[in-house]
């Protein structure tokens, strides 16, 4: 079992940055794959990016690849998510997930633990 919080969404210009964090509970983080997602009004949740449990392999949805950046702190039990160059069809809450598999993927139902998201707007 483990518990998920997000940090870090607020308010942003078109062009600026955010940093997400999302603090996990529990004594086995290092053994989870973790991923972020997103969820705009009226659109189903999406992948974002996911990284595995060294942190050693990542991968992106291509709306965001080259502009987000996600990373992992096994020592702090926290997984980060850098945003730069942002842009309004960023806008949507941001969730953390972890995965109890080694696989990488994408689709949000192979996830067994969710955060609670983090709003993140972006005005242009």
């Known amino acids: 079992q483990v518990h998920l919080v997000e940090s870090g969404g607020g308010l942003v210009q078109a062009g600026g940055s955010l940093r997400l964090s999302c603090a996990a509970s529990?004594?086995?983080?290092?053994?989870?794959?973790m991923g972020w997602f997103r969820q705009a009004p009226g659109k189903e949740r999406e992948f974002v990016a996911v990284v595995s449990w060294s942190g050693a392999t990542t991968y992106y949805a291509d709306s965001v690849k080259g502009r987000f950046t996600i990373s992992r702190d096994n020592a702090k039990n926290t997984v980060y998510l850098i945003m730069n160059s942002l842009k309004p069809e960023d806008t949507a809450v941001y969730y953390c997930a972890a995965r109890t598999d080694y696989n990488l993927g994408y689709r949000y139902y192979e996830y067994s633990y969710w955060g609670q998201g983090t709003q993140v707007t972006v005005s242009s």
């Open positions: 529990g004594r086995t983080f290092s053994s989870y794959t």
